[in-house]
């Protein structure tokens, strides 16, 4: 079944924490199924939102709901300390957390100014997560790698059950990960027949690596919402222009704008297409707006 996720970090990482309170009782109350929080060090001109810090807010505001974090930059943090914050997490909401694993790159400035070369960060992102899952087990480990030397390395307690780790990215090297690595892939910007493709390639690949095929399978897409459609087109082109420092036209074709019955419209194929989990980030013109428009569009995809 179908689950659908709202990503709200901005509105997360405030002091008013009735604020952020009232926000996670809203989500809850509208029935959507998770919170999706982000993360970056310093992205473009210094914007940034820890992915850790943001799913503990939202995991220790609310009983229920499930965090995913979409994506981690994994290969601009040490692999040891990722697993502990991991297990920590853990303690405090078991079962509740979903590590999305990337290695950036939109802003190679944000990867080198964290000390990591951006023609290595692939490679480290591939070791990061060979120790996130040896250590997973709780039990001591010794690794020399390219870039990690651990000895008798341990992680008590494990986190149990363990934390589910997908795979954000594009591509042959994103198929890769998730077959060797992963529990499942993240896309972002991608279109519903890409989506189907690589979710066949990654079966494949799992297959032929020996490894059961990951189970997990979604996408965060982003979109304006409003009554009206012409200002949630509007809402949208300025978030995104504001982030990324590009012009909308680079994300319109696959950042669905308009009313929640045309978001729900332009993401039904992303369901034909084997998407199980869809997290919209909402440009909308509040953030409790943003909540109702999501769960508007949750319910007529649950009805088609």
């Not at 992915?51 to 709901?65: F, H, V």
């Not at 070791?127 to 250590?135: G, K, P, S, T």
Request: proline share 6%; glycine share 10%; charged share 20%.
């Amino acid at each position: 079944m179908i689950k659908v996720g709202i990503s709200v970090h901005d509105s997360l990482m405030t002091g008013d924490r009735a604020r952020r309170q009232a926000l996670l009782s809203q989500i809850e109350a509208a029935g959507l199924d998770y919170v999706c929080v982000g993360d970056h060090v310093s992205f473009h001109d210094g914007t940034g939102f820890d992915g850790l810090t943001a799913a503990t807010a939202a995991l220790s505001g609310s009983d229920r709901l499930p965090v995913l974090v979409g994506v981690y930059l994994l290969a601009l943090r040490h692999p040891l300390l990722t697993a502990r914050q991991l297990a920590s997490i853990s303690q405090l909401a078991p079962g509740r957390l979903v590590l999305g694993a990337g290695a950036g790159g939109e802003d190679r400035s944000e990867v080198a100014n964290s000390g990591v070369d951006p023609a290595t960060r692939g490679r480290r992102l591939d070791e990061c997560l060979h120790v996130l899952r040896a250590l997973a087990s709780g039990e001591a480990i010794d690794h020399q790698g390219e870039f990690f030397e651990l000895k008798s390395a341990r992680i008590k307690p494990a986190p149990d059950p363990p934390v589910p780790v997908v795979i954000g990215g594009k591509g042959e090297a994103a198929v890769r990960r998730a077959a060797r690595y992963g529990d499942g892939w993240l896309a972002i910007f991608c279109s519903a027949r890409r989506f189907a493709q690589t979710k066949e390639q990654i079966a494949v690949a799992a297959a032929d690596a020996g490894r059961p095929v990951p189970p997990w399978y979604g996408i965060n897409v982003w979109c304006g919402l409003d009554a009206d459609a012409a200002r949630a087109r509007k809402l949208l082109a300025v978030q995104l222009e504001s982030l990324y420092h590009l012009p909308f036209g680079k994300f319109e074709r696959l950042a669905p704008a308009g009313t929640p019955a045309q978001v729900a419209e332009e993401l039904a194929p992303y369901v034909a297409a084997g998407a199980d989990q869809i997290t919209l980030v909402p440009a909308a013109c509040s953030p409790e707006a943003g909540v109702e428009h999501v769960a508007s569009v949750r319910a007529r995809l649950a009805g088609m």
